[in-house]
């Protein structure tokens, strides 16, 4: 089956800009994960979705951030007014439940985002 | 606070064993998990231990837990080519979902 996909893969825009990242989990993981790798980094926790709603969401740096999940199936990260540290790789993964082995996190390909 | 160390780089021989490193910090994660990264692609959770266990292996895969010390090991027997990639080690601090990583290990198999 399909796995984890986000779009777009690749992402340019102008500080200050408003940008949308998409991902769509695996059908039927109820569980959401937001993640950001900046370069030569390992990946670090933005949110965490249980269905529709955001059960974790200390990982996000500021305000700025903002992540959605309407319908408990795709969901939206949204960044506004985008700082050239914001430029990193945005991955997005999801698993059955809430986590460990029996709920495996599987990763997308991520977005990767750069502000100019 | 929460912070995942590992070494930044291993270099060996194709068929030799590979030991990557990591300590970690919060003693109540509950798992830690090794992904693997390769050029392009997405992060693979390669294994995982519980924090109640001392050793796994899967195939030629060993991870060693050291909860004392909060070291932990992964071991890599027979190191292919098709092995060269980032590791990283990970932990679940308080709980299942919020996964820590580590800075990743980039292993480069010599042919």
């Known amino acids: 089956g399909a796995g984890v996909s986000q779009t777009p893969s690749n992402k340019v825009t102008e500080k200050g800009k408003y940008v949308e990242l998409r991902c769509d989990p695996i059908s039927g993981h109820t569980a959401l994960y937001w993640y950001r790798q900046s370069l030569g980094q390992g990946p670090e926790f933005l949110i965490y979705f249980q269905g529709t709603g955001a059960a974790d969401d200390s990982g996000l740096p500021n305000d700025r951030f903002f992540a959605v999940r309407p319908e408990g199936s795709v969901s939206t990260l949204k960044i506004q007014r985008t700082e050239r540290g914001d430029s990193a790789v945005y991955l997005c993964a999801s698993s059955l439940a809430g986590g460990g082995r029996d709920y495996e996190q599987y990763f997308g390909p991520g977005t990767r985002l750069t502000v100019t | 606070g929460e912070d995942v160390e590992q070494s930044l780089f291993l270099s060996v021989r194709e068929g030799d064993s590979s030991v990557i490193n990591c300590t970690y910090t919060d003693s109540s994660s509950t798992y830690l998990y090794w992904y693997k990264q390769e050029p392009g692609a997405g992060l693979q959770l390669l294994t995982y231990?519980?924090?109640?266990?001392d050793m796994k292996q899967d195939q030629r895969l060993t991870v060693l837990l050291n909860k004392k010390d909060k070291h932990l090991s992964l071991r890599i027997a027979d190191t292919q080519t098709g092995d060269s990639a980032i590791y990283f080690c990970a932990e679940t601090p308080g709980g299942y979902q919020k996964v820590t990583f580590g800075i990743g290990t980039k292993l480069q198999v010599i042919p």
């Open positions: 231990i519980f924090s109640n266990m």
